[in-house]
């Protein structure tokens, strides 16, 4: 069924690597893409996003790809640091759509 | 500025009990999102505000759930005869404006359905 989802839901890296969260999506009507770290106990905060005639997009210490070929996102977070640790969800809007669709996210755990 | 607040932060009530979320967007943002989220889940879109216009309910697993937003502000979620599925957290999210997908969220209100 048409979906966002993620490949791992834990991810594993070493403090000071790159972590790299991929997602797939199977609408090719979505538009929108956007990532979010959601802590322990708190709402989803906003990390980056992308539009759909974009391929690339850097933020600070993150960047989005978008290849709508094979319809996949990912999230790179370079240097990563135990303030990263949490859950990483990427979303969807689908075209014409008011909410936003979820993946059930990835929990991403950063070793000393 | 102060970003979305949702109250209250926790509830637990008993099966059949009505209950009432209230969430505040953040000022100036026009457009409100309701979500829920299950435990160890992703979010599911529930309902969509835009102003004072009449929401977007496609979301709503049911009739016993209902929203409204007062002044294209404040908004309330109410969930009638509450049910043990119903418990999980929901999230409300608001953004500039429909078309301006970046939305903010609030810290959700935790409810649980004894």
């Known amino acids: 069924g048409e979906s966002v989802g993620l490949h791992l839901p834990t991810l594993s890296v070493q403090e000071g690597d790159n972590s790299i969260i991929n997602c797939a999506y199977s609408?090719?009507?979505?538009?929108?893409f956007i990532w979010y770290k959601q802590e322990s106990g708190k709402g989803p905060q906003f990390i980056i996003d992308i539009r759909s005639n974009m391929d690339k997009r850097q933020g600070q210490r993150v960047t989005v790809l978008l290849n709508k070929t094979v319809k996949h996102l990912s999230l790179q977070i370079a240097a990563t640091q135990p303030g990263d640790s949490a859950v990483y969800f990427c979303a969807d809007r689908r075209g014409g759509a008011d909410g936003l669709t979820f993946g059930k996210g990835t929990h991403l755990i950063i070793q000393p | 500025g102060a970003g979305v607040s949702q109250s209250p932060s926790n509830k637990v009530t008993e099966k059949g009990k009505d209950v009432e979320l209230r969430c505040d967007p953040i000022s100036g943002h026009t457009a409100l999102y309701w979500y829920r989220q299950s435990l160890g889940q992703g979010l599911e879109f529930l309902i969509y505000?835009?102003?004072?216009?009449?929401?977007?309910k496609s979301g709503l697993p049911s009739d016993r759930f209902s929203a409204e937003r007062t002044g294209g502000s404040v908004s309330t979620l109410t969930i009638q005869r509450t049910q043990q599925e119903d418990s999980a957290v929901y999230l409300c999210a608001s953004s500039l404006a429909r078309g301006t997908e970046t939305q903010y969220f609030g810290p959700g209100t935790r409810l649980l359905v004894l």
């Open positions: 505000f835009q102003g004072n216009s009449a929401p977007d």
């Open positions: 609408n090719s009507a979505s538009d929108y």
